[in-house]
């Protein structure tokens, strides 16, 4: 595949992510800080972000195995979560958190345990597609900066 085919691949891919609601304006400013000088930093971020959120998840997880549910402590994890999960512009799963939260204000373990199963099945969808995203993100080669129309 030649860049301009790929190139429109990617802008392709890109879009559909922003049109399915994966993510949100706060991706567009990490791509903003992305120059010659750091160009892989979204990916690096982004990689970071799912190595970093993994432990959350896992101690959210033994959290929610715990009878009776210690809401406090729940809603803390998520908190942390719902923040990481933010500054990727990960608007699906910053959206369960917020729900997530919710239940936990309201004493609602159902409510949690429904919502983080959800939450884990957009936490891994996302995964999936930005890694698709960044394969072919490298095949394509640098990218001009991004910028902002006027």
Request: proline share 3%.
């Amino acid at each position: 595949m030649e860049r301009s085919p790929m190139r429109r691949q990617l802008a392709i891919m890109r879009q559909s992510l922003f049109n399915q609601g994966y993510l949100d304006e706060q991706f567009i400013q990490l791509e903003e800080l992305q120059d010659d000088a750091n160009p892989n930093f979204v990916e690096e971020v982004v990689t970071l972000y799912y190595r970093d959120s993994a432990r959350l998840i896992l101690n959210i997880e033994q959290a929610l195995e715990r009878k009776p549910f210690d809401f406090n402590k729940l809603d803390g994890y998520m908190h942390q979560f719902k923040g990481s999960s933010s500054s990727i512009g990960a608007k699906k799963v910053k959206a369960e958190s917020t729900l997530f939260r919710e239940y936990c204000k309201s004493g609602n373990g159902e409510g949690c345990m429904r919502t983080f199963q959800q939450l884990k099945k957009e936490y891994a969808t996302l995964r999936k597609k930005l890694e698709a995203y960044f394969q072919v993100a490298r095949q394509a080669g640098p990218m001009e900066t991004a910028c902002r129309p006027n």
